[in-house]
């Protein structure tokens, strides 16, 4: 089995989640065109800083996670600081994951009792059946994530052959409404190019392979970038910004969308190959995410505490928490999912940064180093921080608001 790209599809499919289909709405105001300039800008930022971890890796051993890497260079505080903020981001992730994946099975299966008896046991049922993947191993996950991916693409085709017939350039030409939306819609579509959790995971199913790893991350990137590009050229396409505009009005959720796109295309055929590449697209970002948060406690327990768990073990560890938030205390986690932004910032541009530079003092002479030097650490840690503080601006009214 080629490993490189199992990776690659990995890497793919923990981006393309269910909200991907909701980010027409988040560009509403915006236009293709731009929108097309926020994706690329954003996913050359991302790409970059996964790379970072590629460049690092070289100096640890293949099967180190996150925090191992943080506290190599910056100690024990490093690795605390690294370790809670991408634990509660993933565990977050997941529960979210959990419910939604719990939704969608229920609405599958009769029901049994009542309503909410039915969501409960399709909860338990989702994360049992998904997770026995990543328990039995790295191996069963790319297995199932080929064949999920390669299905979602399929379906993802089929809806856009549907759509392009409608597709209007006078719509693909619309201008922002408002420029300050760019700056507001950038933290929703930075959070689309997330998959930097699972890198530890990645590395050391790769073995350590450097090369490997960066043609999986630097491939399964730009297949992600097209499919947004693709999607947002259809719906922009199809929909004018006066009909999006309408929607966010009226009901400012991927419901919405779905129904105003079926009623231009008059095809009851989109509803159903939506939903379905919804379920497709949030399983596969739940192994993703579940493969890096499983990795994720396996490091802090072996590294830290000295234990070395069975992947039952840790299997229990890394879903039961999500599990039991998600049937009975969904707020604590959907509280973190606010400040995903921020969280997954840190992690995914600051961190890596911070430890480039790091090594580079240490280690001038590696094999592979990413492009652009010392400087544009400087400059991609600073546009990490002002992708933080977007959402707070906001709030506080300075910029305006957009779904997502």
């Known amino acids: 089995m080629n490993r490189t790209l199992g990776s690659t599809l990995l890497v793919s499919g923990t981006m393309i989640g269910a909200g991907m289909l909701a980010m027409p709405l988040t560009a509403a105001g915006i236009g293709f065109s731009f929108t097309f300039v926020l994706l690329a800008i954003l996913w050359l930022l991302l790409t970059y800083s996964a790379l970072l971890f590629v460049e690092i890796y070289q100096t640890a051993e293949h099967d180190a996670g996150i925090g191992t890497l943080a506290a190599q260079y910056f100690g024990k505080t490093g690795r605390v600081i690294s370790t809670t903020i991408l634990m509660i981001f993933l565990y977050a992730l997941l529960a979210a994951y959990v419910t939604g994946g719990g939704n969608i099975l229920a609405s599958t299966i009769p029901q049994i009792s009542d309503a909410e008896t039915t969501s409960k046991i399709s909860i338990v049922l989702f994360t049992i059946i998904f997770g026995a993947f990543i328990i039995i191993g790295t191996k069963s996950v790319d297995v199932i994530n080929r064949l999920l991916f390669y299905i979602m693409l399929a379906v993802l085709a089929f809806v856009l052959i549907l759509m392009s017939p409608k597709i209007s350039m006078d719509n693909l030409m619309a ?7 760019l700056i507001s819609a950038s933290p929703v579509f930075f959070t689309a190019f997330g998959f930097h959790g699972s ?7 790769l073995g350590g392979n450097v090369k490997a790893l960066r043609i999986s991350i630097l491939t399964g990137s730009l297949i992600t970038l097209i499919i947004y590009i693709l999607w947002q050229l259809s719906t922009h396409g199809v929909l004018s910004q006066s ?4 929607i966010l009005q009226k009901d400012p959720t991927l419901n919405g ?3 105003a796109t079926r009623e231009i295309t008059g095809s009851n055929a989109i509803s159903s190959t939506v939903k379905i590449f919804s379920a497709l697209a949030l399983i596969t970002s739940f192994l993703g995410v579940s493969l890096g948060l499983f990795d994720c406690v ?3 327990l072996k590294r830290t505490f000295n234990f070395s768990a069975g992947r039952i073990t840790l299997g229990v560890l890394t879903f039961l928490p999500p599990m039991l938030f998600a049937l009975f205390y969904p707020q604590g986690f959907i509280l973190a999912l606010s400040y995903a932004g921020q969280m997954f910032a840190f992690y995914a541009v600051v961190l890596p940064a911070a430890l480039a530079w790091k090594v580079r003092q240490k280690y001038p002479n590696l094999p592979y180093k990413v492009f652009g030097g010392n400087a544009l650490l400087i400059v991609v840690s600073v546009l990490g921080i002002v992708i933080v503080s977007i959402p707070f601006l906001i709030q506080a009214g300075l910029l305006p608001k957009v779904v997502g």
């Open 199 to 205: 890198i530890p995971s990645l590395n050391a199913y």
């Open 175 to 181: 201008m922002p409404i408002d420029n300050a939306l």
């Open 257 to 259: 969308l779905v129904t």
């Open 298 to 300: 396996k490091d802090l």
């Open 243 to 246: 009909v999006f505009l309408d």
